[in-house]
């Protein structure tokens, strides 16, 4: 069958295809780990993986003889330069410098050495700072950016561009998938440059180690996010490989949204610790609301199942075992 583009699309065989040859880029960050345990669990055995020393992928020429010479069948653009709000605000040239490169290197080589399906990685960043809430995908590009993070959303809305445009050029197959806020093990949880969550599980575990009184939590708590865990966001990356085939990007949400407040105690709960919260109003609090609408997504078929209670507890064992311990 043919989408409004032109190109065809060939439904259900990527799950056909176990040992065909799959580059997760960025397979050692909180995404793209999430998408090698679930390839490997459904059975795919021919994934290539490259670190980030391995191969930089802001080196055309580098990425250009990777592709010449490993020649993937399928392309999963999971490596960015990724991080919270303060991370955004403090190093725009980087946000918007190597993620243009990254995705540019990536999705021309990708094309260019006959990859037969590559599936990119946005971000709810992308859309306007006062869109409609849930924010559907056709609220792309109808208003101006949250400042904080608008470098990195150029660089995001220019990957959906190009392979809409290597789509409709070349009736190449590329799609796009737009996450919303993530969590889940190999977070970074750098004290300033990570995102919100995995900054306050480290904070409340450091207060609760040291029996300090208070943490400090940024902004003023009121605004709403939606938190997915991102092994139902690794299951959605499968899913749209093998069953979407289209020219629009994709929301990925789950739908819940909390208030930052809400989240700390819920972050609060999980890692036990008693202090109270001081809220720094001299940082800022970035979108007031970004609640994707997810209904395309669940219209194909697709549903999240961790909810954030599991999700945290989960999440903070696995930062007991595997950055506490290991520091120790
Ligand atoms: N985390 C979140 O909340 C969300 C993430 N996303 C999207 O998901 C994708 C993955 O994000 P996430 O997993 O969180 O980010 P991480 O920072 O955890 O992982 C990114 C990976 O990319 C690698 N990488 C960065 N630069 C290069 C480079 N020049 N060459 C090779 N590898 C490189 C990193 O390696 P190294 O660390 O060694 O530099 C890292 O392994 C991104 O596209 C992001 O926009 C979307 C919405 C929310
Ligand atoms: C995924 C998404 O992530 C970023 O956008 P963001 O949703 O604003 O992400 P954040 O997790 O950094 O903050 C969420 C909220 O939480 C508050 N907050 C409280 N205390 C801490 C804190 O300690 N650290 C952080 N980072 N935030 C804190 C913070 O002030 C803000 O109100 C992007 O830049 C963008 O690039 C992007 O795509």
Not at 298 to 304: C, F, R, V
């Amino acid at each position: 069958m043919a989408d409004a583009t032109g190109s065809e699309m060939k439904l259900g065989s990527f799950m056909s295809e176990k040992s065909a040859k799959i580059f997760v880029a960025g397979h050692m960050g909180l995404v793209g780990s999430a998408i090698v345990r679930k390839l490997e669990d459904q059975g795919f055995t021919n994934l290539v993986l490259r670190t980030h020393s391995e191969l930089d992928l802001t080196s055309q020429s580098d990425v250009e003889s990777f592709f010449a010479t490993e020649k993937p069948v399928y392309v999963i653009l999971a490596a960015a330069k990724v991080g919270g709000i303060h991370a955004n605000n403090t190093y725009p040239a980087d946000f918007i410098g190597v993620n243009l490169q990254i995705q540019t290197n990536v999705i021309h080589s990708a094309y260019k050495h006959g990859v037969k399906k590559l599936l990119f990685l946005g971000s709810s960043c992308i859309y306007p700072k006062f869109a409609p809430q849930p924010i559907p995908e056709s609220a792309l590009l109808t208003g101006p950016l949250e400042p904080t993070n608008e470098w990195y959303a150029i660089a995001k809305i220019a990957g959906i561009k190009m392979c809409q445009a290597y789509r409709i050029q070349h009736q190449w197959d590329a799609i796009s998938g737009m996450p919303t806020n993530l969590y889940g093990q190999n977070d970074n949880f750098h004290p300033e440059n990570s995102h919100v969550l995995p900054a306050l599980m480290r904070r409340f575990h450091e207060a609760k180690a040291n029996n300090a009184d208070e943490v400090v939590v940024w902004g003023s708590g009121s605004p709403l996010r939606e938190f997915l865990h991102v092994d139902d966001l690794a299951d959605a990356c499968v899913f749209l490989m093998d069953r979407y085939s289209g020219f629009e990007h994709v929301n990925v949400g789950n739908g819940v949204e909390v208030t930052i407040k809400e989240l700390a105690e819920l972050v609060k709960e999980v890692v036990g610790f008693k202090g109270k919260l001081v809220w720094d109003c001299t940082k800022p609090d970035g979108t007031p609301r970004k609640l994707m609408d997810s209904s395309k997504l669940a219209s194909l078929g697709w549903t999240p199942k961790i909810s954030i209670k599991d999700g945290l507890s989960q999440t903070y064992e696995w930062y007991l075992e595997n950055v506490v311990q290991k520091k120790q």
